[in-house]
């Protein structure tokens, strides 16, 4: 079976931490993904990435940085919590594919910053 | 401007009843995806359905059809003879070129709830 894992369910952390949340994948897809998922707001895409070291923003990077050394990884980084990052985090992945870029998703990681 | 617009927070529907959740989007890419997820309350995200921008046939999958107007940017989930099951939160996507890969957007989902 496939699979996207990620390495928390439930974090819980203090303000001004600096958090790292993992996601590894084991289907040697070229993209890899990190979502935030906020009531109300769908899914809205921080980090991605297409290959080994390279990395691109996405529509909301403000607060994160993201890290990606080896091809099935890729961590998610928050440099100094804040309160507004409490949220559902979500990583994901996909074949460089025209037509297969289904994405399979992380059971996801419901991070609380206190 | 959004690039994924799903213009129901929630619907309803009886059991055993079909259900449409509307979808529009937005892309300049002349070769674009669109899929539909589905996450149950346990928070998994299920995929359901995608439908290329050239395909000549609106994809089916089960109970599940996207139909798939092109000239109206129009993409709707329809669900056929509900099931309690289906009680989730339905998200449209859509993936577009974007330098180097292929990124997928979300709507902001759609909360159905089937009625026994």
């Known amino acids: 079976d496939v699979k996207v894992t990620q390495s928390s369910r439930y974090l819980v952390k203090r303000t001004g931490e600096k958090v790292f949340l993992e996601c590894v994948q084991d289907m040697d897809h070229e993209n890899m993904f990190w979502y935030r998922q906020d009531p109300g707001l769908g899914l809205r895409l921080i980090y991605f990435s297409y290959d080994v070291k390279m990395k691109e923003k996405g529509d909301i990077p403000e607060g994160y940085s993201v890290s990606r050394e080896k091809k099935e990884r890729f961590s998610l980084i928050l440099e100094s919590a804040s309160t507004n990052q409490t949220s559902m985090y979500l990583c994901?992945?996909?074949?460089?594919?025209?037509?297969?870029?289904?994405?399979?998703f992380g059971s996801g990681t419901q991070l609380s910053v206190l | 401007a959004q690039k994924i617009t799903q213009t129901q927070p929630g619907m309803f529907v009886q059991e055993k009843e079909a259900v449409t959740l509307d979808c529009t989007y937005d892309?300049?890419?002349?070769?674009?995806?669109l899929f539909w997820y589905k996450q149950p309350s346990s928070g998994e995200m299920i995929f359901l359905i995608y439908q290329g921008s050239y395909d000549q046939q609106n994809a089916t999958e089960g109970r599940y059809s996207l139909n798939f107007q092109k000239a109206r940017k129009s993409a709707n989930l329809v669900i056929s003879a509900s099931q309690l099951g289906d009680s989730a939160m339905y998200f449209c996507a859509m993936r577009e070129k974007s330098g180097g890969s292929y990124i997928p957007t979300f709507g902001r989902g759609t909360s159905l709830i089937v009625h026994p």
């Open positions: 994901a992945s996909s074949l460089f594919q025209r037509g297969n870029e289904k994405l399979f």
């Open positions: 892309t300049s890419d002349p070769s674009y995806g």
